[in-house]
């Protein structure tokens, strides 16, 4: 659901007005929140929390390509082709929506170990797309309880939400350039 508000920027400003209010909402009425604290040393972090994410997908994209070969290939290009006519507005809107309005809901009311690890669970599932596509759904999930650990790491609401702004900015960039290569087969662009 969130992965497909994340194609326009009408989706994506309702997503982040949606989430931001009821992750700041609720920041207001709990006790022990983490920290938004904006700095550049937390804004350092998040550029480093976003590398070690990045390169955590490139490792697994490596693996998964050369275990399962083709079928993870085709859902893939599946995935990619879902953000085939997005464009730099929807990327920028999406990417303020995951760090804001994401951060602020899915790790901004708790360290508690429990909060993060169920918070990663809804986060992943709320990125289901199709069945098809299930294996990112997981890779969600993962990417939840890396950010999860990035916050309780840094103690920093601020380091996590740079680094998921960037990890989708740049996740967004790639899927253009896959799609404008032509890298998605012509039947997966129908679906």
């Known amino acids: 659901m969130l992965f497909l508000l994340k194609r326009t920027v009408v989706g994506e400003l309702c997503g982040l007005c949606i989430l931001a209010l009821i992750g700041f909402g609720l920041r207001h009425l709990l006790e022990d929140v983490p920290p938004l604290g904006p700095s550049w040393p937390a804004g350092g972090l998040g550029l480093a929390l976003f590398l070690a994410v990045l390169a955590s997908d490139g490792i697994l994209h490596l693996l998964f390509s050369s275990l399962l070969g083709e079928l993870y290939r085709r859902r893939h290009h599946e995935l990619v082709a879902v953000f085939r006519n997005q464009s730099f507005s929807a990327m920028l809107a999406g990417a303020l929506m995951a760090g804001i309005g994401e951060e602020s809901v899915f790790r901004g009311l708790s360290f508690q170990p429990p909060y993060l690890v169920s918070a990663a669970v809804v986060f992943g599932l709320l990125h289901h797309i199709r069945w098809s596509l299930w294996p990112f759904t997981v890779w969600a999930i993962y990417q939840?309880?890396?950010l999860a650990a990035g916050l309780?790491?840094?103690?920093?609401?601020?380091?996590?939400m740079v680094a998921h702004f960037l990890h989708d900015l740049a996740g967004f960039l790639i899927f253009r350039y896959l799609n404008q290569r032509g890298v998605v087969a012509p039947s997966n662009r129908a679906r």
């Not at 309780?152 to 996590?160: I, N």
């Open 152 to 160: 309780y790491l840094t103690q920093s609401l601020f380091a996590v």
């Open 144 to 146: 939840g309880l890396l």
